[in-house]
């Protein structure tokens, strides 16, 4: 069990393109204890990516089933995943997001509805899975922390957007 | 340190934020918390400013003279002691839609309801749109409701105002996912 420290905006870290995860060795497998033990430490997070926690490398945990939104929605549960990657994507939504990496920040983000997502899981099996909803929300946004972007890139408007079209 | 709230009001046309926020920076003011946007035709600024070097408003009120001389109406107003913090509220946070044929009386009327049952509006816009043939008033809030009080149950209560408004309401739990 080791909980890390997150890291924080303006940490360069969390700016970076992380590299791939190309021998799934201990290193591998501590890693990926080390986010779930620090989601879990973190309380109310749903979800971690390496890089928040200082490793540069594409990894990322979500568990939704413990949060008040997620529980009422179908969910995996724990979902361990190496180099994850996104595959289809279908819809769109407008999700509040906020993020432990940007404290005391929220923003509205537009989010595909549902996705299909492909990884190695802790087991190093490949899984395809199809997830919607808060899951696949959590998901978008910690896959988007292995290539540098936070949500703070993703805000699609702000609260007055609504009055802004069509002026007359 | 000191703060102060910004207020600067004026005809939109391009370059207003330049203009002032170039004065604050000359100044050596910092700006904490700002929120900016276009009403009518006027653009409206409210700034909460600080300067570790200044502790009342007379002592920079002049920099903003240029601001009159263009036709910016310039209000400053000197916060008490932690007035620049807002306080930790506990609660959920819900959006609520109100719209409907213009009429006198609609945004004060759902705000004394959420009022009188302690609902803190933390956000709101109101715009009337339509033509003037039909003119329709539309207001969208955000607002925190105090911990114990359910979404169904506002709900229950914009059911009762929508009767006796005769505009549409509708109410949604606004969840923020702390990711």
């Not at chain 1, 395809?128 to 808060?134: A, L, M, P, Q, S």
């Not at chain 2, 309801?113 to 339509?130: F, Q």
């Amino acid at each position: 069990m080791a909980v890390k420290q997150v890291l924080v905006y303006p940490d360069s870290r969390l700016k970076e393109i992380c590299a791939p995860i190309v021998s799934f060795d201990e290193a591998a497998e501590q890693l990926l204890q080390d986010l779930v033990d620090t989601m879990v430490d973190a309380g109310h997070s749903v979800g971690i990516a390496a890089p928040q926690i200082g490793a540069l490398r594409r990894a990322a945990v979500v568990d939704v089933s413990k949060s008040k939104l997620g529980k009422k929605q179908e969910n995996h549960g724990l979902l361990q995943m190496v180099n994850p990657e996104i595959i289809e994507k279908e819809g769109s939504q407008v999700v509040r997001e906020g993020c432990m990496s940007v404290p005391e920040y929220t923003g509205n983000v537009t989010r595909s509805e549902s996705i299909v997502v492909q990884f190695l899981d802790q087991n190093q099996q490949r899984q395809i899975i199809r997830t919607e909803g808060f899951e696949a929300i959590a998901i978008q946004h910690e896959l988007d922390h292995l290539d540098g972007f936070l949500f703070l890139d993703r805000v699609s408007s702000l609260k007055t957007d609504l009055f802004r079209r069509k002026q007359k | 340190m000191q703060h102060f709230a910004l207020t600067i009001i004026g005809r939109d046309r391009p370059g207003i934020v330049s203009q002032v926020t170039e004065i604050l920076f000359q100044g050596g003011f910092n700006i904490a918390d700002s929120s900016s946007s276009i009403l009518g035709g006027q653009f409206s600024m409210i700034l909460i400013i600080s300067n570790p070097k200044i502790a009342t408003q007379e002592e920079f009120s002049d920099a903003f003279k240029p601001l009159e001389e263009n036709n910016l109406s310039v209000f400053i107003r000197t916060l008490k002691p932690g007035g620049e913090i807002r306080p930790e509220q506990e609660g959920d946070l819900c959006m609520i839609s109100v719209y409907g044929a213009d009429k006198p009386g609609i945004v004060f009327q759902v705000a004394k309801e959420l009022g009188d049952r302690n609902i803190n509006i933390t956000d709101l816009n109101t715009k009337l749109v339509g033509d003037k043939q039909n003119p329709v008033y539309v207001m969208m809030l955000e607002a925190m409701l105090p911990v114990d009080t359910e979404i169904e149950v506002v709900e229950n209560w914009m059911e009762a105002l929508k009767q006796r408004l005769q505009v549409d309401i509708s109410v949604r739990s606004l969840v923020v996912m702390e990711l």
